[in-house]
């Protein structure tokens, strides 16, 4: 995987959506400081874009119909609240940019050729 981020002001009056999956935009001072990069480890809980409240990772894989054998394989984008972002799936709700945003993160990912 490549991995390129810009940060940026949002428009005033203008909510971001990304439209790709290889695309995250993430409220920054919601992420943190520093993000983290990672595999999924057992136990990791993820709060899904729309969706009430976290569920284990395991489950949304499950409910995404992501293959038992990509699922090592997905990246994950991690802040200070936990799994901001499950690239090529969706961020997290506490990462989603709001009216109230005013940086907002842009993360596109692309699978490099082996």
Do not use: M
């Not at 409910?63 to 090529?88: K, Y």
Request: net charge positive; charged share 30%; glycine share 8%.
């Amino acid at each position: 995987w490549r991995f390129q981020a810009q940060l940026t002001r949002r428009p005033a009056g203008e909510l971001a959506k990304a439209g790709n999956e290889n695309v995250a935009l993430l409220d920054a001072s919601a992420c943190g400081p520093a993000l983290e990069l990672r595999r999924r480890r057992r136990g990791d809980r993820f709060h899904p874009l729309g969706i009430r409240g976290p569920k284990k990772l395991q489950d949304f894989f499950i409910d995404a119909h992501v293959p038992r054998s990509e699922r090592d394989a997905i990246p994950l984008v991690c802040g200070d609240q936990g799994i901001a972002w499950v690239v090529t799936q969706r961020p997290a709700e506490w990462a989603k940019v709001t009216a109230k945003t005013k940086r907002v993160l842009r993360i596109h990912a692309t699978l490099s050729p082996p």
